[in-house]
């Protein structure tokens, strides 16, 4: 599965996309976000505040219970500032 | 009455205000009202030199599409245009435009606004400031009055 990143969430993790392999347990959304954290001191500093990331399923808003079966892509970022 | 196909443009080319607001009138005469809302990148009293806007491509178009068909489910539009800058955008430039047509103005009004609050809060699209005095700039935070903004026209 694919994991892109945007904005200051980007910045931070220090790369605008990469390729996972989930593990068994990593089943929704939230569980990713908290998975990913792992990974880095780059991905702890990014995700170190849960609710300031806003998580989509290919291309898609989700909510942190969302399940992830299937999906190809999943985009973590801030809360948006377009308009 | 089918409901209209609203028209959805993301990308680095400067707005035609008044471009859009003839493409959503040509050929009909049943229009009575048009909205056009206009989004400017402001210079914050001469400190910023341009905003940044870094977009999510492809879910950036979609999820404003979302929004959109979501107004014409709501209002009797006649006509609906949204368009939406990404990447470096200077002091006095339109950052967005949105452009609703109706028989009469409470919908056009309605339905603009509308699309504003949730464009603010929904479309994936981030600002980054760069100063006038050459400092490194920060993201945009984003505004819990825009989110109160859009709880409004839950239902």
């Given at each position: 599965?694919?994991?892109?990143?945007f904005?200051?969430?980007?910045?931070?993790?220090?790369?605008?996309?990469?390729?996972?392999?989930?593990?068994a347990?990593?089943?929704?959304?939230?569980?990713?976000?908290?998975w990913?954290?792992?990974?880095?001191?780059?991905?702890?500093?990014?995700?170190?505040?849960?609710?300031?990331?806003?998580v989509a399923?290919?291309?898609?808003?989700?909510?942190?219970?969302a399940?992830?079966?299937g999906a190809r892509e999943v985009?973590l970022?801030?809360?948006?500032?377009?308009? | 009455?089918?409901?209209?196909?609203?028209?959805?443009?993301?990308?680095?080319?400067?707005?035609?205000v008044?471009?859009?607001?003839?493409?959503?009138c040509?050929?009909?005469?049943?229009?009575?009202?048009?909205?056009?809302?206009?989004?400017?990148?402001?210079?914050?009293?001469?400190q910023?030199?341009?905003?940044?806007l870094?977009?999510?491509?492809?879910?950036?178009?979609a999820e404003?599409?979302?929004?959109?068909?979501?107004a014409?489910?709501?209002?009797?539009?006649?006509?609906?245009?949204?368009?939406?800058?990404?990447?470096?955008?200077?002091?006095?430039?339109?950052?967005?435009?949105?452009?609703?047509?109706?028989?009469h103005?409470?919908?056009?009004f309605?339905?603009?606004?509308?699309?504003?609050?949730?464009?603010?809060t929904?479309?994936?699209?981030?600002?980054?400031?760069?100063?006038?005095?050459?400092?490194?700039?920060?993201w945009?935070?984003?505004?819990?009055?825009?989110d109160?903004?859009?709880?409004?026209w839950?239902?």
């Amino acid at each position: 599965m694919r994991v892109v990143y945007f904005a200051w969430v980007r910045e931070r993790v220090g790369v605008e996309e990469e390729d996972v392999d989930l593990p068994a347990d990593v089943a929704t959304a939230g569980d990713l976000v908290d998975w990913l954290r792992t990974r880095s001191p780059n991905h702890a500093f990014a995700l170190e505040e849960p609710r300031a990331i806003r998580v989509a399923v290919d291309r898609v808003h989700a909510q942190p219970d969302a399940p992830l079966a299937g999906a190809r892509e999943v985009a973590l970022f801030p809360p948006m500032t377009g308009g | 009455m089918a409901a209209v196909t609203p028209s959805i443009r993301v990308g680095p080319e400067p707005v035609d205000v008044a471009g859009e607001q003839a493409a959503a009138c040509a050929g009909r005469s049943d229009i009575g009202a048009v909205v056009a809302f206009t989004g400017l990148c402001r210079d914050e009293g001469g400190q910023l030199a341009a905003l940044e806007l870094e977009h999510y491509p492809g879910m950036a178009e979609a999820e404003i599409g979302r929004i959109a068909d979501e107004a014409v489910t709501r209002w009797p539009l006649l006509g609906l245009r949204v368009v939406h800058r990404s990447g470096r955008v200077l002091p006095g430039e339109t950052i967005v435009l949105v452009v609703a047509a109706s028989a009469h103005r409470a919908a056009a009004f309605e339905a603009a606004a509308f699309l504003m609050d949730f464009l603010k809060t929904r479309a994936p699209f981030w600002k980054k400031e760069h100063r006038a005095d050459g400092s490194a700039g920060g993201w945009v935070a984003a505004k819990d009055e825009d989110d109160a903004a859009t709880e409004r026209w839950a239902r």
